[in-house]
């Protein structure tokens, strides 16, 4: 669950170079003498990476004070942010960035725009990650583990107290084959059968991310669960809790293949010993 800072700070700034390095496509078209036309064969793309132009200064965030901070809502699983925008690209890839707060920051609706919750430090007694989805000079968009599903916001690079990381892990659930694979890179690191939400408390779909690592103190049905950040559209809560979608364990084998449970993915004893390894913040991708 650990970062190597010192190389994920090499990776995160090749991402966001090559994130903004504008790219345009040359046609050369070699022509024969006296011909007037040239085939599709005599035509070559020629990528051509251009400089990229200079930045304009990070626009600055509003004020906000110990008082109007005290007032946000809390961007937990147990929260809700309703000024917070929408992913507007839920089935994209994440960018693999990962940010961890060192103290409560806020979290605006737009750059320099209203600010719409506040980020703590830990999420169910584990370190607040939250996966970069769009980046713009001095800001990222990250993904909120609040209702509504899919909730966004903007944090403000300046000023310091973040940690940044890069993870190359995705957990990707194809709810229409029951099936789970963890990716590493693009390599397979295992596929496994799963069970899923009944038709009546079905599992979200979209992109999320891990939330937390919860180890049980008396386990019943599974001794580790991972909460993601995304919430059940039907239940509003569940087992006294908010209703949170997660990763976990069953004792039962004959429940994989099949959508039995309230809205969270049972996985296998060995796909829970892999996942068990995934940092906290990495992407998770549910597809129906």
């Not at 916001?153 to 940690?163: F, K, P, R, T």
């Not at 599974?222 to 909460?227: K, V, W």
């Not at 979608?245 to 039962?252: I, K, N, R, S, T």
């Amino acid at each position: 669950m650990r970062y190597n800072f010192r190389y994920w700070r090499r990776r995160r700034a090749a991402v966001r170079a090559k994130a903004v390095i504008p790219v345009i496509t040359l046609a050369v078209v070699a022509l024969a003498s006296g011909c007037g036309t040239a085939s599709p064969s005599h035509v070559a793309v020629v990528p051509i990476p251009l400089p990229a132009p200079p930045s304009l200064p990070p626009v600055q965030p509003r004020g906000v004070s110990a008082s109007q901070m005290a007032l946000l809502p809390m961007a937990t699983t147990f929260g809700t942010t309703p000024a917070a925008p929408q992913d507007p690209a839920p089935f994209e890839p994440e960018t693999g960035i990962v940010l961890h707060p060192l103290a409560t920051r806020v979290v605006y609706a737009r750059p320099g725009g209203p600010p719409a919750a506040a980020l703590p430090v830990t999420e169910l007694g584990s370190p607040t990650w939250v996966p970069v989805v769009q980046s713009q000079p001095g800001w990222d968009r990250v993904l909120l583990p609040t209702r509504p599903n899919r909730s966004t916001g903007w944090i403000y690079l300046g000023g310091g107290g973040l940690q940044t990381a890069y993870s190359a892990y995705q957990i990707e659930i194809n709810l229409a084959a029951y099936r789970l694979t963890l990716l590493d890179a693009g390599r397979s690191l295992g596929s496994w059968t799963v069970a899923e939400g009944a038709a009546g408390t079905p599992t979200p779909t979209g992109r999320t991310f891990l939330l937390a690592s919860l180890s049980p103190p008396h386990p019943t049905y599974s001794p580790l669960i991972l909460p993601l950040g995304l919430h059940s559209n039907t239940l509003s809560t569940y087992g006294g809790g908010p209703g949170t979608v997660g990763l976990h364990g069953w004792p039962d084998p004959a429940v994989f293949g099949h959508a039995v449970s309230h809205g969270c993915v049972r996985v296998p004893p060995a796909a829970l010993r892999a996942l068990s390894r995934v940092p906290l913040g990495s992407s998770v991708l549910i597809t129906g």
